[in-house]
């Protein structure tokens, strides 16, 4: 079964760069049956979809988002991880990061989240 | 953007009751490839979500058969035929037809 963790700082600065990486046990990422994904999820905002990267490099973005986000993947060591730029209080939420098994379903499995507050 | 619309938003039931939730989709979640993909979530408090349904009935792996999930199109249900304590929390109904995917804002499902 496989098990997704979220790493990365707390509390990031207004303005600043937000990084997480998400280390993935019990399963490759390098397969082509998987695509890997970040979610966030705040009060406000409810359940929101970052975007998501396949095993050939290839990243998609929330439209919403796009200018901001990267989502790269370092599949011999089974992570991947989000970087988004010039945050704001606005993006303080509970980061997920999230496997798909393609043409099957989004969100078979979870990691646990960790909850990001931006904040001078 | 697919726009997916929950209700209720809220739903009191009373243990060994049944409980459904509709979602609707702005569009069709009929994807090119024949396949529906319209998922249900369920949170409870300080947890992620957890995945219940995928394409529209299909039961997750350890998820109890007293949760079904139907419809067609843009329009589904979830529905719990004897509601459990451990059943409370935040059900959500999310389509993964197109990006971004999108998910419904909640239905918080407390006993009564």
């Known amino acids: 079964q496989p098990q997704l963790q979220e790493s990365g700082p707390g509390l990031v600065k207004p303005s600043e760069t937000l990084s997480l990486t998400c280390s993935v046990s019990?399963?490759?990422?390098?397969?082509?049956?998987?695509?890997w994904a970040w979610i966030r999820q705040s009060p406000g905002r409810g359940l929101e979809w970052i975007g998501a990267i396949y095993n050939t490099g290839r990243a998609y973005y929330s439209p919403s988002l796009k200018s901001r986000v990267t989502i790269s993947g370092d599949t011999s060591n089974n992570i991947f991880s989000l970087s988004l730029s010039s945050v704001s209080a606005a993006d303080s939420a509970a980061y997920y990061c999230?496997?798909?098994?393609?043409?099957?379903?989004?969100?078979?499995?979870w990691g646990q989240g960790i909850l990001v507050t931006v904040s001078s | 953007d697919i726009v997916m619309t929950q209700t209720p938003l809220s739903s009191p039931v009373t243990l060994g009751q049944p409980a459904s939730i509709s979602c609707r989709s702005s569009?069709?979640?009929?994807?090119?490839?024949?396949?529906?993909?319209l998922s249900w979530l369920h949170q409870r408090p300080g947890q992620p979500p957890r995945l219940l349904i995928y394409k529209i009935s299909n039961r997750f792996s350890g998820v109890p058969d007293r949760f079904s999930g139907s419809g067609a199109g843009t329009d589904f249900t979830l529905k719990i035929t004897r509601v459990e304590a451990e059943d409370v929390g935040v059900y959500y109904c999310?389509?993964?037809?197109?990006?971004?995917?999108?998910f419904g804002q909640g239905t918080k499902l407390e006993i009564k």
């Open positions: 999230v496997r798909t098994e393609l043409g099957v379903t989004f969100g078979d499995y």
């Open positions: 569009q069709s979640l009929v994807h090119s490839d024949g396949n529906t993909y």
């Open positions: 999310m389509q993964a037809k197109q990006f971004p995917y999108t």
């Open positions: 019990g399963g490759s990422m390098s397969s082509s049956s998987y695509s």
